[in-house]
């Protein structure tokens, strides 16, 4: 939930779950009311979350290359897909790009060495804003 509460994830909103896994944050997004689309890279982590999220559009894909076009979403989570991908900064790039102008990029990852023992959560709003929004907590 408090991924969600970050991209500001509402009813009606076009919402990307990036790296869905399971499907889990998908499934929430659809509860609020969201129309949410859902991505994975791997072929059973995509269908274990259409049968998670049976609401939500489920696909194959991976980051740093997604298959939408730029501010297709008007809000994007990806809950630790980061930790996953070989370039992370690349990756994040391409979330904010299918984020619409005004819309948030919200992503959880674990924090490097162990004395994080909590996941941070962090969200700011499209490129299209000169001086990203951003709010993190642990």
């Known amino acids: 939930p408090r991924l969600l509460d970050a ?13 869905t ?26 269908a274990r979350a259409a049968l998670t999220a049976p609401k939500a559009e489920v696909l194959p894909a ?12 008007d809000a994007v989570v990806g809950n630790f897909v980061l930790n ?14 299918v984020t619409r102008p005004g819309g948030r990029t919200a992503v959880t990852v674990w ?8 996941p941070r959560a962090v969200a700011c709003s499209s490129p299209a804003a000169k001086r990203p929004a951003a709010s993190a907590w642990t």
């Open 7 to 19: 991209a500001g994830v509402r009813e009606g909103m076009r919402v990307l779950d990036a790296g």
């Open 21 to 46: 896994g399971t499907g889990t944050v998908a499934a929430a997004a659809c509860a609020r009311g969201a129309r949410v689309t859902a991505v994975d890279a791997e072929p059973g982590m995509v």
């Open 62 to 73: 991976a980051l740093p290359r997604l298959p939408f076009a730029d501010g297709e979403f």
């Open 84 to 97: 996953h991908v070989g370039r992370p900064r690349e990756a994040l790039r391409e979330l904010r790009r």
């Open 111 to 118: 924090a490097a060495p162990p004395a994080a023992s909590r």
